[in-house]
């Protein structure tokens, strides 16, 4: 880990290619969740979500212009991840206002989860960066609310939405090892010069996920 | 005309429908504009989709303060709108990023042009929150670009937008007659203790609209 503002060439590259997945992840989050506002059973939720959408598009702001200052090209930083992000979304498209509801905060708190994970192995001021535009707490407090207003109308919708969230979180795990598996530059950080990640680690960084996706689904109120 | 900040009573009623309808007409605007981002070719036009989704989020902020300056309630007065954006979007689904960028410039572009015609029976402060809101000239600036660019790598396809453009002028206008010949407090408004908009005077606007559509048809090379 190069705890420094400025990574050497190598971590450099590797560092904008990550920021690069970051930013077009969230770029793509707010695109969804604008597109699922239309869902809501009324104008409240459209611009609760709408708002959410806003904040997602500030994180895509600070994560790029982090990726600026390492001289990183954003087009071709986040072009390469756009089929992961559309595969993701195209197999996980909710059916319904709760379904985008606990999509919003189950995949993108595991994906927010995968990149604070990943933040640990990037330069001081980029890990700061990412950080700051991971921080889920606003919009989970949010999407909790928005869930236990829906499930309060339809009480019978419980089992449905944990099949549902167990299924985003299959999906969401599986770009995400893919991610970690196939891209060179991300393997070159998580194995570079600083702290590596094996495979045994890779392994225990994916059941912390699983274990923060089982506190979210308590949160929800529904079995993991 | 009342040309005074607080409108009577009847006048209040009508203004803050037509606030509501407004405010929905653009938060659906920032939802569309937000999915249709997702079929750019490049990250560039995904970005600047999203950044024009914020500005319509903007405008919607706007209307609706001007709504609840004038004490009306904002799910009150947007949620009856609902069936009708909805149905507009459902009908002009674009298939291609160059059919979401026309769609964006010719029909939002008509929608603002019959806000402001409209506007002109409302009082001051109201007429000033709708021209701020309906004022196009930056986005429209972007869209031509961004047309210009998309022809440009597929010099053929003008034909086909021709026709596309034509397409979303009609269900524009559809919409826009249904929406001022059925609510009744639009009705009031538009033949209410000001200028009256009889048949004739209404036939007149949509006459303008079809103008400034041409117009924009020409911005963007294409026949009308």
Same mark, same amino acid.
């Given at each position: 880990? $190069? ?5 050497? $060439? ?8 990550? @920021?690069?997945? *970051? ?30 959408? @806003? ?8 994560? *790029?212009?982090? +990726? ?11 072009? %390469?991840?756009? %089929?992961? &992000? ?6 996980? #498209? ?25 933040? #640990? &192995? ?32 339809? %009480?019978?919708?419980?089992?449905? +939405?944990? @099949? ?32 590596? +990640? ?7 960084? &994916?059941?912390?996920?699983?274990? #923060? ?12």
């Amino acid at each position: 880990m $190069s705890d420094v503002s400025c990574p050497d $060439s190598a971590d450099r590259t590797a560092t904008v290619d990550l @920021l690069g997945m *970051l930013a077009l992840g969230e770029l793509t989050a707010f695109s969804r969740l604008a597109a699922d506002a239309d869902m809501a059973p009324a104008v409240a939720g459209r611009e609760a979500f709408a708002r959410l959408a @806003l904040v997602e598009f500030g994180h895509y702001e600070l994560l *790029l212009a982090r +990726l600026r200052e390492l001289g990183g090209d954003p087009e071709g930083a986040m072009a %390469p991840y756009a %089929p992961v &992000f559309a595969a993701y979304h195209e197999r996980t #498209r909710p059916g319904t206002w709760l379904e985008a509801v606990v999509k919003a905060y189950v995949g993108d708190g595991i994906a927010a989860d995968f990149s604070r994970e990943i933040a #640990r &192995f990037v330069d001081a001021e980029s890990r700061a960066a990412i950080e700051a535009a991971m921080d889920d707490r606003e919009r989970s407090a949010v999407l909790v609310r928005l869930a236990a207003e829906g499930m309060q109308s339809d %009480p019978h919708v419980r089992g449905r +939405l944990a @099949l549902w969230a167990r299924r985003l979180h299959g999906e969401a795990v599986s770009q995400a090892q893919t991610v970690a598996a196939q891209r060179e530059s991300l393997t070159t950080l998580l194995t570079g010069s600083g702290p590596q +990640l094996d495979l045994v680690a890779l392994g225990e960084l &994916f059941a912390r996920l699983a274990r #923060r996706h089982t506190e979210r689904m308590a949160a929800l109120g529904l079995e993991a």
